[in-house]
């Protein structure tokens, strides 16, 4: 598992934490929740962290700090992006979220502030997380383990 860290249920789930020391912390950088997920499907995720450093096995928790996912079996070389000021759920449904993303049988499930929309907006950016291609201004922090 070379560059991958595990991440145990005993950890906090705050990459900030973990990655304290290496790069400042964004104040509205993404976050995403695991819940109700099988290990098969954990397996098949790898969560990227704001800060570039390594990708995490995720387990049924949340995560801070988060520029989005790498899924197993996505088409080409595509990721799931979660811009700042955005959180998302993986597995169960939230009690309150805007969209969803969905991925074969994964759930994915997605919020975004207004602030996002209105810079997405301006920008002609995205406005909320969802799939992109792993290139250009949406190229990845790190590479596809798969």
């Keep these: ?3 991958i860290r595990s991440s145990k249920p005993s950890e906090t789930g705050s990459l900030a934490g973990t990655e304290a020391g290496f790069r400042k912390k964004k104040a509205f ?3 995403v929740t695991f819940q109700g997920l099988t290990n098969s499907q954990l397996s098949q995720i790898r ?3 704001e800060s570039g450093s390594c990708l995490i096995e995720p387990c049924n928790e949340s995560y801070d700090q988060v520029d989005g996912l790498w899924v197993m079996g996505t088409q080409g070389d595509e990721w799931f992006k979660i811009p700042d000021h955005s959180e998302a759920w993986v597995g169960e449904e939230p009690r309150d979220f805007e969209g969803t993303a969905h991925f074969r049988s994964l759930k994915i499930y997605y919020r975004s502030s207004p602030i996002l929309h209105f810079v997405g907006a301006i920008r002609n950016g995205l ?3 969802g ?3 792993n290139s250009g201004s949406t190229r990845s922090p790190l590479p596809s383990p798969w």
């Design 1 to 3: 598992m070379d560059g």
């Design 29 to 31: 950088s993404g976050r």
């Design 47 to 49: 969560v990227i962290p």
């Design 127 to 129: 406005k909320n997380p």
């Design 131 to 133: 799939w992109v291609s």
